[in-house]
T-cell receptor
Framework: DGGITQSPKYLFRKEGQNVTLSCEQN?????MYWYRQDPGQGLRLIYY???????QKGDIAEGYSVSREKKESFPLTVTSAQKNPTAFYLC?????????????FGSGTQLSVL | SQKIEQNSEALNIQEGKTATLTCNYT??????LQWYRQDPGRGPVFLLL?????KEKRKERLKVTFDTTLKQSLFHITASQPADSATYLC???????????FGAGTRLFVKA
């Protein structure tokens, strides 16, 4: 089945620690995204990538970093600079180019602080 | 700044009735509007897209309207079923853009 796989489902971070969330897609999509979801708020864009080896900051990029070395993979690192990391993190993809309307989402990673 | 508002209170309806959810937006001129369904602990799933030059779109028991003058979309689920219980998200975007903006969602409960 084609889709987006996020791992792990649950992740715990200790103070001062960097953690990396995995996102893999086999949809052959060019564009990939990371969103953060907090209770009572809409999804907020952290980073997006239009193509391999290229990515741009979204609305809340501070304290996060990404890489896009392969088309299929778009990992997100939550650094120790992110002071309020507890949230539900969603990875998504779209076809790319001018066809970015329909987003395909993974099942999410819940990150909590110990 | 751009803002999307959806009913923050949960909507409770009886099975078989029509559920109507509202999405209002300000300071934005979207090329299209989307609705997604999200179940607890899961990622959103795309349901419908309607473009700025379309008034209404249907898919099975779902109907979406889009009024760019009122800056509002209505999402209807007819003959609702308990399996329709979920959170429904409204999202706006521009053609070729990468920054889709999302509302906080409305929680729908359908009672048998």
């Amino acid at each position: 089945d084609g889709g987006i796989t996020q791992s792990p489902k649950y992740l715990f971070r200790k103070e001062g620690q960097n953690v990396t969330l995995s996102c893999e897609q086999n949809l052959n999509h060019d564009a990939m995204y990371w969103y953060r979801q907090d209770p009572g708020q809409g999804l907020r864009l952290i980073y997006y990538s239009q193509i391999v080896n290229d990515f741009q900051k979204g609305d809340i990029a501070e304290g996060y970093s990404v890489s896009r070395e392969k088309k299929e993979s778009f990992p997100l690192t939550v650094t120790s600079a992110q002071k309020n990391p507890t949230a539900f993190y969603l990875c998504a993809s779209s076809i790319g180019g001018s066809r970015n309307e329909k987003l395909f989402f993974g099942s999410g990673t819940q990150l909590s602080v110990l | 700044s751009q803002k999307i508002e959806q009913n923050s209170e949960a909507l409770n309806i009886q099975e078989g009735k029509t559920a109507t959810l509202t999405c209002n937006y300000t300071n934005y001129s979207p090329a299209y509007l989307q609705w997604y369904r999200q179940d607890p602990g899961r990622g959103p799933v795309f349901l419908l897209l309607i473009r700025e030059n379309e008034k209404e779109k249907r898919k099975e028991r779902l109907k979406v309207t889009f009024d760019t003058t009122l800056k509002q979309s209505l999402f209807h689920i007819t003959a609702s079923q308990p399996a329709d219980s979920a959170t429904y998200l409204c999202a706006l975007g521009t053609t070729g853009g990468f920054k889709t903006i999302f509302g906080a969602g409305t929680r729908l409960f359908v009672k048998a």
